[in-house]
Nanobody, 126 residues
Framework: QVQLVESGGGLVQTGGSLRLSCAASGRTASTYVMGWFRQAPGEEREFVAAIRWRGVATAIADSVKGRFIISGDNAKNTVYLQMNSLKPEDTAVYYC???????????????????WGQGTQVTVSS
């Protein structure tokens, strides 16, 4: 079992920045990929970014490329999502996810992950 706890969400104005954190505990040694997804009301869960837990490979959605950065601190078992130049369309609940089986390609589909956090709300006002 892997437990994930997100933090750092909140209300920010357009153009502002936030940094989300996801602290992992439990069987973190079995984690291969950590990712961030988001879900707006009435929408499907959408891939944002992911990072290979033992390596440097990352993947990021086109919609946030150049504005969001994913990083990880293995010593702290924490993954971060730095969000800059925020837009109202970035408003959503942001979820952290973990994948505990190996993969060559970093998955962008929610089905590629087996553990999820409870989510943290990000609201960008216009």
């Amino acid at each position: 079992q892997v437990q994930l706890v997100e933090s750092g969400g909140g209300l920010v104005q357009t153009g502002g920045s936030l940094r989300l954190s996801c602290a992992a505990s439990g069987r973190t040694a079995s984690t291969y990929v950590m990712g961030w997804f988001r879900q707006a009301p009435g929408e499907e869960r959408e891939f944002v970014a992911a990072i290979r837990w033992r390596g440097v490979a990352t993947a990021i959605a086109d919609s946030v490329k150049g504005r969001f950065i994913i990083s990880g601190d293995n010593a702290k078992n924490t993954v971060y999502l730095q969000m800059n130049s925020l837009k109202p369309e970035d408003t959503a609940v942001y979820y952290c996810a973990a994948r505990t089986w190996n993969t060559i390609v970093i998955p962008t589909n929610p089905r590629g992950y087996d553990y999820w956090g409870q989510g943290t709300q990000v609201t960008v006002s216009s």
